[in-house]
């Protein structure tokens, strides 16, 4: 918007005059239009002899009241229409103490002395009358617009930079007593005097007064309020126009005051400016031509028609609005100007020729500004693109109609102006949707930053066009670059006679070219095209400042291909100044990464290739070339017909380098020339046997280029193969017409070092495999190389990446594939006639292979191995290794157990373990390792021999399933360098021979308690050996064991060991006493019942603690016989396994009670059953009795008694039974009380008895 007036485009904020401080620097006289006509001839000059105001209060006040000013600040976007803004934003300016108010009335035109002598008396008396007008209104014969013209940007100057709403006059209030009334008169009196002034001018500007208060010694004096009131009084202002502010008024206060005063002075800056609008209102609504101060000359001129005087109103009814913030009000009045100046009474009664056409066109397009400012603002973005396209339509058809038309330098120039207008206008109004961007795509939508979508509330019926879609200003910048690059083409176009300049050529011609090319806003044309050696206009700068511009904000938004197509054009345009290294330093870095080659966008790729080219060639930049021709060379694009293709000479116009450039290319992400492929004829080989393949290379040059030469071609593999080098043979006379040709180069090992050097790939460790084959391929050839290798190693084997070499006395050109999977595959053969092919590889990757090792021929055996072992078994197993090889072998052995980590297992060679008495001492040494991996060499196995080993597994503890891996790994003696492997694996399940049930009985002791009236005599005697004196208690403990072994097992021995005993007692266990019938040997799933009996002796009398017993349960077994026969186990010692007995805890200081019976000898059916009561405390207890008579029996005995027991006793009552039957188990009901708890006790069985939960069952034999 520089093109046009400031004052014509720019918002319009109210204007508030600061009086009395410090001026601003760039006015001092207060006016800042020198140009506004009789401003300084008939100006009301306004001035008071008062100094400014200094000092550090009046200087922090002024600049916070100029800080306020927002006159260059760009006006917001306002999100909600609803919404008043916070506060009035205004245009702010300090002019001391003097200021010049523009004339409201111009002067009478001269007149001319009487031609007659007689009228010369009577001058005065005859004096004409002149109606007076505003020096700049179309009625004043001096104005700019007289008499036709519409409006002048001076106008809008003057209510924006001259007139203000609000004047505010600073002036100094004196707190010295003596001398505060001698002052305050003279202030009156100043007050009145500028008042006065401006009241004579016209204007009704507000008028306020700010009294700032001189620094005292003293307090701040009670009459303050008082002569305030006075100066008012005396001065005539309200209470809202004269303030005070203190002498010690701080920052903050300061700020809130300057702050309030401005909000205060809103209302009355409204209502100025509207009555403006009223003003103007009244004068549209006479609907007449107001009389001129002279009439126009006859002929020559014309007046302003009504409709020209409406947009006049209508205009300033629409500045007055925007100053009162009303912008829905500016924006009906804009769009009535605009509609009354496209009417048929005003721009088109102005004829093309006429100066007024180009001021009528200039008016359109500030009205539309504003018009398309007041969308934007309100947030109507369609109607605003509605606007612009509309007024470009306009302007266009009437120009064609009534001007110069649009085919010249002048409209295109128009149009990238407007379009600039749209982008700047975009910018200003900072709208939401285009300032968020760089937030999260999950916050905002992608779409949203680039271009306002359409509202929902619209209907959907109503005609909506895309475009009607606001744009980011990138559009509107590339699109007003784009119409530069018009101008400048039609610029070029004018003919050499019309860029004379206008001092050089004939009249004629002047006015002939005035009539042909339009200049609105545009330089003449010796301006726009000059001749050659003169400076004109800089269209290049226009058009990259645009194009720059536009760049950024596409960028922004992540417009990838919008952006690379910039960069073109600005490139473009810095290679047409010239500026060759700019142009290169754009596209150069751009050319790796544009969007274009994978897309398939070639005419795009070909017009940045040679623009870049070229560019490289001007800076000397090899490696650039030689990039851009290797993918030039492709026939995708379009042939250049003056053009040599041949990389071999692509720098020959280039001079030398030392080093010379060495270039790698990634054939990936280039548009490659040449093409190659490689695929294994078979999914999988075998390990010293032949692997073959095929490597395919493809030419995509143009059909004119010349021949590529390859000096070497590399093809590396992931794995185990080694890589391939094929060198070229330099064969001068090469096929490079037939279009397709197959060769099977032989590969050798590489002779020189030259041949060693290493490959970039993960096989670089490995040495390449060296062949010579003709690599000169012609355009649209095709060249197959059979290969053939020998794999040492086994493994997976994919082809890694393929390269090609050109080494040339300039260069080195490298171009590496390395994703090669491919979607057909084909393998190439030579038939009689010509070369076919076939589809290979379906359903399978064909550049990978998988590599085999050779199948063993040596032959693994177990000679003794078993279904099944148990825990703790040592277990030995013969390994036979057989050589069925044709021809002896190296071999070794080696065994790997797997099981689970936490396993003590191990494995180790028969002859390596340590014998029983070693293996015994290093028991009480710590283990620092378990072994699970043995290995041994065997040495030369000759053919058809066998050799045996023996393997120990040892320290099964541990249920689980074991895996034994036995491995051969040997090599033939003629063939050191291909291992191979034969391997077997065996399970070895181990499994628990035993388990067992367990349960804790009580028995009676039969030695008698200690009594404390009767003396040990050993405690008499001399012996020293410590006795042991504490109580003793009787218990068995029952095993159920059960065979879970799937062979029988014999068990030689079964005993209770203990393993730990606590409580101050000690423990003596019998030996095994079994219960069940049967022999040593036991099967599956059969059981063993034994009983041992456990007595517990405390050491000390008095202690009652309880005692806990941790036992386990140990069984000696072994294997039987015939088992050990059948298997040819090589051990039959005896196997020792251990059970795990639960902890019994035994309670020492509770009384209970225990029944044991007996038959008796005398009487057969006659049993003695005897209850004995134990008091193991140191509390005296007495005990009731109670045997319940049954009818399964008679007792002979009491049938209820009391037991007083001392401590530490016990006392048996015997009771003779006679049961009624024989044959049966009968149950006795003895309840016995402990009288003192209240306690019930048990009852508990021995020996030879049963028991459930009413007490002890006896059994009554039968007859015999």
């Known amino acids: 918007m520089d093109a046009y007036p400031e004052d014509y485009v720019v918002h319009n904020l109210p204007f508030v005059l600061l009086s009395g401080l410090e001026p601003d620097s760039e006015d001092g006289l207060g006016s800042s239009c020198p140009d506004y006509p009789l401003l300084h001839e008939r100006g009301v000059h306004i001035y008071s002899d008062l100094p400014p105001l200094s000092g550090s209060t009046a200087e922090e006040l002024r600049e916070i009241l100029l800080a306020e000013d927002a006159s260059r600040t760009p006006w917001e976007a306002r999100e909600n229409i609803l919404v008043e803004p916070a506060g009035t934003e205004y245009k702010i300016k300090s002019v001391g103490r003097s200021y010049r108010l523009p004339p409201r009335k111009a002067d009478p035109p001269p007149v001319s002395p009487p031609m007659s002598p007689t009228g010369q008396g009577n001058d005065i008396s005859h004096a004409p009358y002149f109606v007076l007008h505003s020096p700049i209104s179309p009625l004043t014969p001096s104005s700019p617009t007289f008499s036709d013209g519409l409006l002048t940007p001076l106008w809008v100057t003057k209510h924006q930079s001259l007139v203000p709403a609000a004047v505010i006059n600073f002036f100094p209030f004196c707190l010295d007593p003596n001398m505060s009334s001698l002052r305050d008169n003279q202030l009156k009196i100043e007050i009145n005097g500028l008042k006065k002034d401006w009241s004579s001018s016209g204007y009704k500007t507000r008028f306020i007064v700010v009294l700032l208060s001189e620094e005292s010694n003293g307090a701040f004096t009670g009459d303050v309020d008082d002569r305030v009131t006075g100066i008012r009084r005396a001065t005539n202002l309200d ?43 009244r004068k549209r609504n006479r609907s007449s031509i107001p009389p001129p101060t002279a009439p126009p000359t006859t002929g020559t001129s014309q007046t302003l028609s009504l409709q020209g005087w409406n947009v006049r109103y209508e205009y300033k009814m629409g500045i007055f609005a925007e100053f009162r913030q009303e912008i829905d009000a500016a924006l009906r009045n804009y769009e009535n100007a605009y509609e009354t100046l496209f009417g048929q009474e005003v721009f088109e009664n102005i004829a093309g020729w006429s100066p007024r056409f180009n001021d009528a066109r200039l008016v359109a397009d500030t009205i539309a500004i504003r018009i398309i400012r007041c969308l934007l603002w309100t947030g109507q973005t369609p109607a605003a693109v509605r606007s612009w396209v509309e007024h470009r339509s306009r302007s266009q058809d009437i120009i064609n109609r009534r001007g110069k038309g649009t085919r010249n330098y002048g409209w295109e120039a128009w149009e990238a102006r407007w379009s600039m207008v749209m982008a700047q206008l975009i910018r200003q109004a900072e709208i939401p949707y285009f300032t968020s961007v760089g937030i999260t795509q999950d916050q905002f939508n992608e779409q949203y930053s680039i271009f306002i979508p359409r509202e929902k509330t619209v209907p959907p019926g109503d005609a909506f066009y895309p475009w009607e879609q606001l744009h980011h200003e990138g559009y509107w910048l590339y699109r007003s670059a784009k119409h530069t690059m018009c101008r400048r083409h039609l610029a070029e176009q004018i003919p050499d006679e019309d860029r004379i300049p206008p001092g050089q050529s004939p009249a004629s011609q002047i006015a002939n070219k005035s009539y042909l090319y339009d200049t609105y806003l545009a330089p003449e044309t010796h301006v726009e095209a000059p001749q050659s050696g003169v400076v004109g206009f800089n269209h290049s700068a226009l058009i990259l400042t645009a194009l720059n511009a536009a760049l950024d904000e596409f960028s922004k938004r992540d417009q990838v291909r919008k952006t690379e197509c910039l960069r073109l054009e600005i490139a473009e345009e810095y290679m047409r100044v010239g500026s060759w290294t700019e142009a290169y330093n754009i596209l150069q870095p751009l050319w790796f990464m544009i969007t274009w080659r994978h897309s398939g966008w070639w005419q795009l790729m070909e017009k940045f290739g040679w623009a870049l080219r070229e560019c490289a060639v001007r800076v000397q930049d090899s490696e650039t070339i030689l990039r851009v021709d290797w993918e030039l060379l492709n026939r995708a694009f379009q042939p250049k017909s003056d053009w040599r293709y041949d990389i071999h000479r692509s720098l020959e116009d280039i001079p030398p380098a030392t080093p010379k450039p060495s270039v790698v290319l990634r054939a990936e992400d280039i548009i490659s020339s040449v093409t190659a492929s490689f695929i294994f004829e078979k999914p999988e080989g075998n390990v010293g046997e032949p692997l073959h393949g095929q490597l395919v290379i493809t030419s995509c040059a143009q059909r004119s280029s010349s021949p590529i030469r390859f000096s070497e071609i590399k093809i590396a593999f992931e794995g185990c193969l080694r890589p391939i080098k094929l060198q070229s043979n330099h064969v001068t006379e090469t096929d ?71 080494e040339e006395e300039k260069f080195d050109l490298t171009c590496a594939m390395t994703e090669l999977t491919q979607h057909e595959s084909f393998w190439w053969k030579q038939t009689k006639s010509r070369v076919t092919r076939r589809r290979v590889g379906k359903n399978r990757d064909t550049g990978q292979c998988k590599i085999k090792p050779k199948p063993p021929k040596i032959r693994i055996t177990t000679l003794n191995l078993m279904d099944t072992y148990y825990t703790n078994e040592r277990i030995v197993l013969k390994i036979g290794i057989h050589n069925e090889e044709d021809e002896a072998a190296e071999v070794t052995a080696e065994a790997r157990l797997f099981g689970r980590p936490e396993s003590a297992a191990k494995i180790l060679w028969l002859d390596e373990e340590s014998p029983p008495w070693m293996q015994g001492s290093e028991r009480s040494t710590p283990v620092e390792g378990l072994s699970h991996f043995i290995k041994r060499p065997l040495g030369i196995l000759e053919t058809s021999s066998h050799r045996q080993l023996e393997i120990v597994l040892m320290d099964t503890r541990d249920a689980s399933d074991y895996e034994l891996e036995i491995s051969s790994l040997y090599n033939l003696v003629s063939d050191t360098q291909t291992p191979i492997i034969a391997t ?24 008698p308690w200690p009594d404390f009236f009767t003396v040990d005599d050993a405690l008499l005697g001399n012996d020293s050996t410590p006795k042991i004196g504490g109580l003793q208690q009787r218990w068995c403990l029952n095993s159920k064991v059960v065979s879970f072994a799937l062979t029988p097992l014999v068990i030689e021995k079964i005993s209770l060991g203990l393993v730990g005993v606590g409580g101050g007692a000690t423990c003596h266990i019998g030996p095994e006493a079994i219960v069940s019938p049967g022999g040593p040997e036991i099967y599956l799933e059969e059981l063993r019942e034994s009983n041992f009996a456990v007595d517990i002796h405390k050491a000390i009398l008095g202690d009652r603690r309880p005692t806990a017993l941790n036992l386990a349960l140990e069984i000696q077994w072994r294997r039987s016989a015939t088992d050990e026969s059948d298997s040819a186990l090589s051990s039959n010692g005896t196997t020792i396994s251990t059970l ?35 008091n193991p405390s140191m509390h005296f207890l007495t005990f009731n009795l109670t045997m319940e008579a049954s009818e399964n029996f008679a007792f002979s005995g009491p049938k209820t008694l009391v037991v007083q027991l001392v401590p530490l006793s016990r006392h048996t009552v015997r009771y003779s039974l006679l049961a009624s039957k024989r044959g049966l188990w009968i149950q006795p009901q003895l309840i016995v009380v402990d009288t003192y708890f209240n306690k019930t006790l048990r009852v508990l069985p021995t020996e030879d008895m049963r028991s459930d939960k009413k007490g002890p069952l006896i059994w009554v034999d039968a007859d015999d």
């Open 239 to 281: 209470q809202k126009s004269i303030f005070l502010l203190p002498p010690d008024a701080t920052p903050d206060e300061l700020k809130a005051f300057g702050k309030s005063l401005l909000t205060l002075l809103q209302p009355s800056v409204m209502e100025y400016y509207r009555d403006l609008s009223k003003h103007a209102r």
């Open 736 to 806: 490079v017409t037939t279009l397709c040709t197959i060769s099977s180069p032989s590969l050798r090992e590489p002779s020189t070092s030259s041949d060693t050097a290493s490959l970039q790939s993960p096989t670089s460790f490995l040495t390449p495999l060296i062949g010579t084959a003709d690599l000169t391929i012609g355009p649209s050839q095709t060249k197959v190389f059979d290969v053939a290798c020998i794999p040492r190693e086994a493994g997976e084997s994919r082809v890694a990446s393929i390269t090609l070499l050109i």
């Open 984 to 1007: 077997l694996k065996v399970k070895i399940p181990i499994i628990r021979p035993f388990e067992a049930n367990y349960e804790f009985m009580p028995r009676l002791h039969p030695q």
């Open 1140 to 1174: 795990a007995v639960p902890r019994f805890v035994v309670p020492g200081g509770e009384p209970r009670v225990l029944a044991s019976a007996m038959a008796s000898q005398i009487r057969f059916g006659l049993i003695h059953l005897d209850y004995t009561i134990e």
